[in-house]
């Protein structure tokens, strides 16, 4: 029986089938904020194999954020990123947190330079506590 090596899920974010077999690395702005996104997501522990991957965004999400306790987690939340995702570097300086008590959530805006190509971009996400 031959091998399907075109097996295409709608929720990835790129195709890995057009050239990850020949160059080995994908260097996608959509990849690397779906990458992004996979990090902050996961709870430290989460992983039963790897339990240092992820970041304590979600552990600090349903507290009463103050604005040192939101810098301490943005921190974190960049540190884990940095470990983890060695395909780019973040733009520390301008990296953000806002908190809208009203509605409440949380929206992280990550900005970054892909180092490969020095293509620059941001991760941006709302999160709903």
Known sequence: MPFIFKQYNEDWAYDLSKDFISKGEVF???????????????IPG?????????????????????????????????????????????????????IYTDEHTLELIIPYVILKTRETNQYQQKFFS
Request: hydrophobic residues 35%; glycine residues 2%.
């Open 46 to 98: 989460e992983r039963l194999f790897n339990r240092t991957f992820g970041s304590p965004l979600y552990i600090n999400l349903f507290e009463n954020l103050t604005e040192s306790k939101a810098n301490s987690i943005l921190t974190d939340v960049i540190n884990s990123i940095k470990r983890w995702e060695d395909r780019i570097s973040v733009d520390e300086p301008n990296c953000k947190m806002n």
């Open 28 to 42: 996608n702005s959509d990849v690397i904020n779906q990458s992004i996104h996979l990090i902050v997501t996961t």
